[in-house]
């Protein structure tokens, strides 16, 4: 069974910054496409951002382009988003999990299992 363990979220002020990481086990994670999700308070669930199995090509939301990084290292098993200038809209439980990529089109997916997440509030 795949586990997945969400870490480094917290409270900061608007233009703060953080950086969260994923530790991926039960998987062969240096083959996969990995992603960064978030869910806000009463709403959906959504993908952030995605990097490649080699981690050479990432792609982001429009709202978080230009502000977050997403990172891999595969030989610790660990994805990580680095978050800039950060804002009360970024207030939400932040998910790492598998993502795909097909030709130009990036898109959800897990591994049939979500870690805890991790919570990060933006607020003054």
């Known amino acids: 069974q795949v586990q997945l363990v969400e870490s480094g979220g917290d409270l900061v002020q608007p233009g703060g910054s953080l950086r969260l990481s994923c530790v991926v086990s039960?998987?062969?994670?240096?083959?996969?496409?990995m992603g960064w999700y978030r869910q806000p308070p009463g709403k959906q669930r959504e993908l952030i951002a995605a990097?490649?199995?080699?981690?050479?090509?990432?792609n982001y939301a429009d709202s978080v382009k230009g502000r977050f990084i997403i990172s891999r290292d595969n030989a610790k098993n660990t994805v990580y988003l680095q978050m800039e200038n950060l804002k009360p809209e970024d207030t939400a439980v932040y998910y790492c999990?598998?993502?795909?990529?097909?030709?130009?089109?990036?898109?959800?997916?897990?591994?049939?299992?979500w870690g805890q997440g991790t919570q990060v509030t933006v607020s003054s």
């Open positions: 999990n598998r993502a795909r990529k097909f030709y130009n089109t990036w898109s959800g997916a897990d591994f049939g299992s």
């Open positions: 990097i490649t199995s080699e981690g050479i090509t990432t």
């Open positions: 039960g998987a062969i994670f240096s083959f996969n496409v």
